[in-house]
T-cell receptor, first 116, second 111 residues
C-alpha cells in the first residue's frame, strides 16, 4: 500500500495564478484533511471531509476550495494564489469508525508551495 | 486559535537522557494524540490516550493525561540521536470531527 500520496511535491506560483493539489489514499479511509504548516507553527486545518461528496471548513479556509468526488481523492484548490499562501501543505486521512474512537491520522509527505 | 500548546518550544539533551514535553489544551476532548515529524517529512502517529485514561505506555514512550488541568505530557526514556524530531500534541474535540494540533516541541538529541 502506498498510504497517502500528494502531488506535486514542490511548486512555485506567481501571485494570482491558480493550482490544484491532489491527495490520494489507498486505505479506504472515510475522513480526509488538508493542513498547512508554517515555520514555528503546528498544523492548521484548512478543510476536511468526512465522506465522499462532503466537505467542511476548518480553521483557515479562506482562499482555498476543496472537492471530494471520489472517496480516495481529496483536492485542494487555490483560485488566485497570494504570497500569504506560501507554506507546506499536508494531506491526511483517518477512519475512526474502523478503529473505534481512535482518530489516528495518516499523513502524506507534503507539498512545498511558494507564491512569489 | 490552536487547541494544544506544547512546552518547551525546543529541548536539547544528551543521548541516554530522558526527554519530557508538555501539552496544554482548552476545551473538552475525546482523545489526545502525540505525533512526531522528522525534518521535511509528514507527521507520524506515536500514541493516543483517551479522555478516561490517565497513563499509557508504548515502548520508550510514556504519556500522561490530566483532564482536570487540561494537560498531557510525553516522556521519551533513554533518548537516542534518532529521536531528534519535532513532537506535536493533537486533540480530538468532544463531539467534533476535527483534530487540532499544537505548535510542537523541537527535540534535539546529541550523540
Amino acid at each position: 500500500n502506498a498510504g497517502v500520496t500528494q502531488t506535486p511535491k514542490f511548486r512555485v506560483l506567481k501571485t494570482g495564478q491558480s493550482m490544484t493539489l491532489l491527495c490520494a489514499q489507498d486505505m479506504n479511509h472515510e475522513y480526509m484533511y488538508w493542513y498547512r504548516q508554517d515555520p514555528g507553527m503546528g498544523l492548521r486545518l484548512i478543510h476536511y471531509s468526512v465522506g465522499e461528496g462532503t466537505t467542511a471548513k476548518g480553521e483557515v479556509p479562506d482562499g482555498y476550495n476543496v472537492s471530494r468526488l471520489k472517496k480516495q481523492n481529496f483536492l485542494l484548490g487555490l483560485e488566485s494564489a497570494a504570497p500569504s499562501q506560501t507554506s507546506v501543505y499536508f494531506c491526511a486521512s483517518s477512519d475512526p469508525h474502523r478503529t473505534g474512537a481512535n482518530n489516528e491520522q495518516f499523513f502524506g509527505p507534503g507539498t512545498r508551495l511558494t507564491v512569489l | 486559535s490552536q487547541q494544544g500548546e506544547e512546552d518547551p518550544q525546543a529541548l536539547s539533551i544528551q543521548e541516554g537522557e530522558n526527554a519530557t514535553m508538555n501539552c496544554s489544551y482548552k476545551t473538552s476532548i475525546n482523545n489526545l494524540q502525540w505525533y512526531r515529524q522528522n525534518s521535511g517529512r509528514g507527521l507520524v502517529h506515536l500514541i493516543l490516550i483517551r479522555s478516561n485514561e490517565r497513563e499509557k505506555h508504548s515502548g520508550r514512550l510514556r504519556v500522561t493525561l490530566d483532564t482536570s488541568k487540561k494537560s498531557s505530557s510525553l516522556l521519551i526514556t533513554a533518548s537516542r540521536a534518532a529521536d531528534t524530531a519535532s513532537y506535536f500534541c493533537a486533540t480530538d474535540e468532544a463531539g467534533g470531527f476535527k483534530t487540532i494540533f499544537g505548535a510542537g516541541t523541537r527535540l534535539f538529541v546529541k550523540a
